[in-house]
């Protein structure tokens, strides 16, 4: 019974400790004007949207990336847009899509390029005007901009 | 003529949703990049893509927005995008790329909706 209490308790201990860097992760200064821009009034918050990138790179001249929103995909209740925006690259904007409820699934995926250890951030734009964001951090290894 | 590659089922049952993937073959010349001798690549991107549903009889300007980028320089080289749709009617897909220096790219792909 104890082992049993001891496991239950390491187990707890390790999600909190996968868990915790992510919520504390301050968006750079950087990227929040980028992000007010694209929401254009709309309320900015977190949540919704899940970046899924590797949170370690090693090469930043093709970093797979894919976005997915929680959303149903419906006439009454889509995304509208998507905007994903970096730090540390010479632009800040990577790209920005239009979606319809045609689509089905709010998710795109596509390849990007890094040029240093940074902060991303996805912004989701809904139907209603409020906005979802995700703020993630990647380290790059080999950075892009040094191949011939 | 740029390469292109795309992947889409070309059956599908109605209300299923469907993965696609395009990509096409371009450089992404991001203009921050010097040649061997020092000089400054010219920049050269893709600027914009769309993937439009066109039902089956009906012409093709009057395509429903699926999905619609516009891209900069970090994107990597053969932009790759993948998306969804939701099978509703046989019909066409219409894929378009265009980009700087005139680059312009049209692809279509039938689709059967059972």
């Excluded at chain 1, 596509?110 to 906005?131: E, F, H, P, W, Y």
């Excluded at chain 2, 769309?50 to 080289?77: M, Y």
């Excluded at chain 2, 312009?104 to 039938?110: D, I, K, L, P």
Aim: aromatic share 6%; charged share 20%; with cysteine.
């Amino acid at each position: 019974m104890k082992r049993r209490i001891f496991f239950a308790n390491s187990v707890g201990l390790m999600a909190s400790v996968v868990v915790r860097p992510v919520a504390a992760l301050t968006q750079s200064d950087v990227l929040t004007p980028l992000v007010n821009a694209y929401a254009a009034g709309g309320g900015v918050r977190e949540g919704r949207v899940k970046f899924d990138i590797a949170p370690l790179v090693d090469n930043g001249n093709s970093v797979p990336v894919e976005i997915t929103v929680d959303s149903p995909m419906t006439q009454a209740q889509h995304v509208v847009g998507i905007a994903l925006f970096n730090e540390k690259n010479p632009q800040n904007q990577v790209a920005e899509f239009t979606l319809s409820p045609l689509a089905g699934r709010a998710r795109v995926a596509t390849r990007i390029r890094l040029a240093l250890s940074q902060q991303l951030v996805a912004v989701a734009k809904m139907n209603d005007g409020s906005c979802w964001t995700h703020t993630v951090e990647v380290l790059v290894t080999i950075a892009s901009c040094i191949e011939e | 003529m740029a390469r292109a590659l795309i992947t889409v089922p070309r059956t599908a049952k109605r209300g299923e949703i469907l993965e696609i993937r395009a990509l096409v073959q371009h450089p992404m010349e991001t203009g921050y990049r010097r040649s061997s001798e020092g000089d400054l690549l010219p920049r050269d991107l893709i600027r914009r893509f769309s993937c439009r549903f066109v039902e089956s009889g009906k012409t093709d300007d009057t395509g429903v927005i699926v999905i619609a980028a516009t891209l900069h320089a970090a994107i990597a080289a053969n932009p790759y995008l993948s998306f969804n749709l939701r099978a509703a009617t046989s019909g066409t897909l219409a894929f378009n790329w265009e980009g700087d220096n005139g680059f312009s790219h049209r692809e279509q792909v039938a689709l059967i909706v059972t």
